[in-house]
């Protein structure tokens, strides 16, 4: 169709931008109509209307096939530019090749998250992906603006301030609590109670939405925690603990992961402490971008635990 808006020359209509491309390609009315999938006349007709609203001939017949004017020369590299554009807008979705792909991606994250998902997703990531590069950030009042606007792809962790309308968010799976403590401790037995838990020295993580899901069950559960130390997160708190006859609470997979590395002791917790569940989290905007979409295919892929599918708050 043509644009005949006051003011506005007539815009070419695609069809007649394509017979331009191909009639300076096979110098013929006849393979072009068969490349276009209509009849000759037809494609006369469109000749003619590509002649009539450029004001020029544009292909003259010759023995040799219809030859372009100097106009139609001229044309011929912007009509290409154009079809490879509308053709680029055209397709389905962006391609992420992870094999060549050189970007870097900001992951907004807890400090727990530092320790238990990002040493498995870096791996990962770089097995798959060797120039993608990894930028884990730190959950603060930049995270949701960061995300709206793109300079971050996604959050992962408990993160609440995420559980509104225009983000995503997928659960990958779920935290109860468990204290840790020294293999040696000198008064911890089998079995670790409510009242051990109470007479005991801790160290507390004052940061997080997990430090306030256990200080609201100490003050409703009526239990006073005599904490000796106070960290800011999880940096630093093996090495107390190996070191020391405090008791930490904390949820179970960084609890269990620290454990692991440093030789501690796992102890059930005798306080009743709410459940969560670490999720990630992404803009709507995001959805169906490619490379953050394979991306946190690779988080589900490693974390997530059979759960419902990923839905829009």
Known sequence: MFDTDSGDAALLDIKLLRLLDLLHT???????????????????????????????????????????????????????????GLRR??????????????REFRIFMTD????????????????????????????DARMVPALQSGEGDFALGMVPDLETAGFYQQTLYGQDWVCLANARHPRLGERFTLRDYAAEAHVGI????????????????????RVLLELPGFLGLSAILSTSDLVATLPRHIGETLAQTAGLRVLACPLKIPSFTVKQYWHARYHHDAGSRWLRGICAELFLQPQRPARRR
């Open 26 to 84: 096979t110098r013929s009315v006849t393979r072009a109509a068969e490349r276009l999938g209509q009849s000759q006349p037809t494609v006369s007709i469109w000749l003619g209307r590509l002649r009539k609203q450029l004001g020029d001939p544009l292909f003259v017949r010759t023995p040799g096939g219809m030859q372009p004017t100097p106009r139609a020369d001229a044309l011929i590299g912007t009509v290409r530019e154009v079809l490879d």
């Open 89 to 102: 807008l055209s397709e389905a979705e962006a391609r992420f090749d992870p094999t060549t792909a050189q």
């Open 112 to 139: 727990a998250s530092h320790i238990t998902l990002l040493p498995r997703l870096f791996a990962h990531v770089r097995a798959l992906a060797p120039q993608v590069r990894l930028e884990a950030a730190t959950i």
């Open 206 to 225: 004052v940061s997080g939405t997990g430090h306030r899901l256990l200080d609201g069950a100490l003050k409703s559960q009526g239990v006073a925690r």
